[in-house]
Structures are given as C-alpha cells and as structure tokens.
C-alpha cells in the first residue's frame, strides 16, 4: 500500500495539517475539510487558535478491524504569519 502525501495513519486515526492565515486564528473561521472518505466536513476553528492546535473530526478515521466503530480525524491547525506587514 502507498503512503498518501497529505494524510499520515496512526492507529486508527487518520492525521492531516491545515493552513489559516492569522486574521483567522485571531477572529476564529470555518473550515471544509477532505476527509479519508473523500467527503467534506465543516470545522469550526475557534477565535485564539494558536499554531498546532489540533482539531478532533469524531468517527472519520479508519475502519477498527472487525467492528464498524471508526477512529478520528485528527486536524492540526499552522497558522500562516506574513512576513512583511505593509
């Protein structure tokens, strides 16, 4: 099986990274994000997010073997700070 670029497998959780700028950590925003399934959950991103914080997507992970229960998705928020402010 191949390694897929964007999402990492630990467990039963599946992991991926989100880039927001700072207005929307700082004011909070809403999100769509791909999930493993190919579907598009809405994540609300709280005002105060800081770089890293990680966002839990309940029952989007993978398969537990031979039971239908599902592990997370697990979101990490990296907030984009600009270089230059004009």
Same mark, same amino acid.
């Given at each position: 099986m191949k390694a897929h670029p964007t999402i990492k *497998?630990? #467990?039963m959780d599946a992991h991926t990274s989100q880039n927001i700028s700072i207005i929307d950590a700082v004011l909070g925003? +809403? &999100?769509e994000v +791909? $999930? &493993?399934y190919g579907e598009q959950k809405?994540? =609300?991103i709280e005002p105060g997010t800081q770089? #890293?914080?990680e %966002? *839990? &997507?309940?029952k989007e992970g993978f398969y537990r073997p031979n039971t239908s229960s599902k592990g997370n998705h697990v979101l990490n928020i990296k907030v984009q700070v600009p $270089? =230059? %402010?004009t």
């Amino acid at each position: 099986m191949k390694a897929h670029p964007t999402i990492k *497998r630990s #467990g039963m959780d599946a992991h991926t990274s989100q880039n927001i700028s700072i207005i929307d950590a700082v004011l909070g925003c +809403e &999100i769509e994000v +791909e $999930t &493993i399934y190919g579907e598009q959950k809405k994540v =609300k991103i709280e005002p105060g997010t800081q770089n #890293g914080h990680e %966002v *839990r &997507i309940s029952k989007e992970g993978f398969y537990r073997p031979n039971t239908s229960s599902k592990g997370n998705h697990v979101l990490n928020i990296k907030v984009q700070v600009p $270089t =230059k %402010v004009t």
